[in-house]
C-alpha cells in the first residue's frame, strides 16, 4: 500500500493523537497528517489541500461530523476523500445517516487498533 | 461498543444500570488506557474533587454524566492514553479526562438497546477545582460508582432526570 495523507478530524487534540498512532498500529503508512478541530477546520483544509483519507469524528462545536461529510459531497471529485467516522455515537440511525450521506466507513469509540486497520484498510483498497 | 451484555430499557429497570455503567467504564479504559478498573473494598478511599468532567445527556434519558478525580490520578490518564510521562501529559489532562467521561457515557448509552438512537450526548465540558455545589435540576436519582485506577480513586456518576 502507498504511503497515504490523512485527515483526522476531532474536537479532541488527545483523540487526533490517539487516532494517528492507532493508524500507524494498523500498519498504514501515513506520508503526512493535517488535523482539523471541527467540520469547518477540515473543509478549509481540504479547500487548499488534497488528503487520500479521512477520520472523522460527529461531535464537535462549530460543525460536526454529518454536516461536514454533507459539504464534502460537493467539493471537488480531487478533495472527496474516502471518510471514516471515528466517534462515541454508536445509534443505528447515526450509523445510517454517516453512510447515507457518504461516508465509508464507521467506528466506534472506545476503538483497539485493529478495529480500526479492520475498518480503514478495506476503504484504502476500494 | 455493541457485546451480548446490551440490555433493553424497557426491559430491565435501572437497577441494572449500575453494573452497565462499571461495564462500560471497565471497557473504555481497559481498551484506550490499557488499564483494568478495580473495584474500591475501602469507602474511605473517596478522591479530592479536582477534575470534574461532564457530559449531558437528552432525549429519552436526559441527565449528566460526570467522572471526578485528582489532579495526579488526570494527568496519569491522560499520559496513559498517550503514552507519555505523566509531567508530559499535563497540558492535555482536561482534554483527556473529557474524552474519556465522553467515551464511558457514549458506551453506557449504547449498551441500552432502544436507547442509543433516542439519547444525544453533548461534548464534554471540564472543571477544575473543587470549590463548587453541582446543584443538577435531576429528580430520578444518581448512579454512582467508585473504582481504583491505578492505585488511585475516581469517581463516575450518572445523575438522572425523570
Not at chain 1, 497515504?4 to 494498523?26: F, N, T, Y
Request: charged share 20%.
Amino acid at each position: 500500500m502507498e504511503k497515504i495523507r490523512a485527515l483526522i478530524v476531532d474536537d479532541s487534540s488527545v483523540m487526533r493523537k490517539i487516532v494517528e498512532r492507532s493508524l500507524r498500529q494498523a500498519g498504514i503508512d501515513l506520508a503526512q497528517v493535517r488535523e482539523a478541530g471541527n467540520g469547518a477546520e477540515a473543509l478549509a483544509i481540504l479547500g487548499e489541500d488534497s488528503v487520500d483519507l479521512i477520520l472523522c469524528d460527529i461531535n464537535m462545536p462549530v460543525m460536526d461530523g454529518l454536516e461536514f461529510v454533507r459539504q464534502l459531497q460537493a467539493m471537488d471529485a480531487a478533495k472527496r476523500a474516502p471518510v471514516v467516522m471515528i466517534t462515541t455515537e454508536g445509534s443505528e440511525s447515526h450509523v445510517v445517516q454517516a453512510l447515507s450521506l457518504g461516508a465509508r466507513g464507521y467506528i466506534r469509540k472506545p476503538f483497539t487498533p485493529d478495529q480500526v486497520k479492520e475498518h480503514v484498510i478495506p476503504v484504502l483498497e476500494q | 461498543m455493541n457485546s451480548a451484555s446490551e440490555v433493553s430499557v424497557a426491559a430491565q429497570g435501572r437497577e441494572s444500570w449500575l453494573p452497565l455503567l462499571q461495564l462500560a467504564a471497565t471497557e473504555v479504559f481497559e481498551i484506550m488506557l490499557g488499564t483494568k478498573l478495580e473495584p474500591v473494598i475501602e469507602t474511605s478511599a473517596l478522591p479530592a474533587c479536582e477534575i470534574t468532567s461532564m457530559v449531558g445527556l437528552a432525549g429519552q434519558l436526559c441527565g449528566v454524566l460526570t467522572l471526578r478525580c485528582d489532579f495526579a490520578t488526570a494527568a496519569l490518564m491522560a499520559s496513559k492514553m498517550l503514552g507519555v510521562e505523566p509531567q508530559q501529559a499535563d497540558p492535555q489532562l482536561w482534554d483527556a479526562t473529557g474524552e474519556i467521561c465522553n467515551m464511558v457515557a457514549g458506551n453506557f448509552k449504547n449498551k441500552l438497546t432502544g436507547l442509543s438512537d433516542k439519547c444525544m450526548l453533548s461534548v464534554p465540558t471540564v472543571i477544575s477545582g473543587g470549590d463548587y455545589t453541582f446543584h443538577l435540576l435531576a429528580d430520578a436519582g444518581t448512579i454512582e460508582i467508585l473504582m481504583m485506577f491505578e492505585n488511585h480513586p475516581i469517581v463516575i456518576a450518572l445523575e438522572v432526570h425523570s
